[in-house]
C-alpha cells in the first residue's frame, strides 16, 4: 500500500492526538468524515496504525524507576535467543525488548515502582531465565526527552 499526503497527515495527527474524532481530522486534512473513515480502517487492515492506546504520566501511576538493561545470553541458538524473547515478553516491568548488534545480545527498557521492585524482578524473573550469561544495568537519573511520535517521511 502507497501512502499519499493524506495518509501521513492523518498518521501524524493520529500520533499526536489519537482521541481526536473523525470529524476534527477531516477539518485538518480538508477531507470529509467518510474519506477520514475509510482511511483509518485501511491503515489499520494493513498495519499502520498497530494500536490506539493512552499514554500514563509514571509519576502518577507510581512508576518511579526507568532501567535500561544490557543482557548478555551464553547461548546464541535460535532456541535459547526465542526462548529469552518469549519469556521476557510476559513480564509486565518489561516495556521494550530489543536485540541488538555490539557487545551485548538485547536491551531492555524496565519500569518498576521503586529500586527494592527492580531488586525482586531482576533476582525472581530475569537473571533466573536460562542463557543469561551477565546483565548490566543503568538506572534513568532524569528524562530530557519521551516521546513516541515517529517521524513521516513522504515516499
Do not use: W
Not at 26 to 52: A, M, P, Q, T
Amino acid at each position: 500500500m502507497d501512502l499519499d499526503q493524506t495518509d501521513l497527515e492523518l498518521l501524524h495527527l493520529l500520533q499526536e492526538d489519537a482521541t481526536m474524532s473523525k470529524k476534527e481530522l477531516g477539518l485538518l486534512v480538508h477531507k470529509s468524515f467518510s474519506v477520514v473513515h475509510e482511511r483509518i480502517k485501511r491503515l489499520k487492515k494493513y498495519g499502520y496504525i498497530k494500536d490506539v492506546r493512552a499514554i500514563l504520566d509514571r509519576d502518577k501511576i507510581g512508576i518511579g524507576l526507568i532501567c535500561f538493561s544490557q543482557v548478555f545470553l551464553s547461548d546464541h541458538s535460535y532456541g535459547a535467543l526465542e526462548m529469552f524473547e518469549n519469556s521476557v515478553s510476559q513480564f509486565p516491568e518489561v516495556m521494550e525488548c530489543f536485540q541488538m548488534s555490539g557487545s551485548y545480545d538485547f536491551l531492555l527498557h524496565i519500569a518498576t515502582n521503586d529500586m527494592e521492585s527492580y531488586q525482586l524482578f531482576l533476582r525472581n524473573k530475569l537473571a533466573v531465565l536460562p542463557s543469561i550469561d551477565r546483565i548490566q544495568s543503568f538506572f534513568v537519573l532524569s528524562e530530557a526527552k519521551s516521546d513516541l511520535v515517529y517521524p513521516l517521511f513522504g515516499n
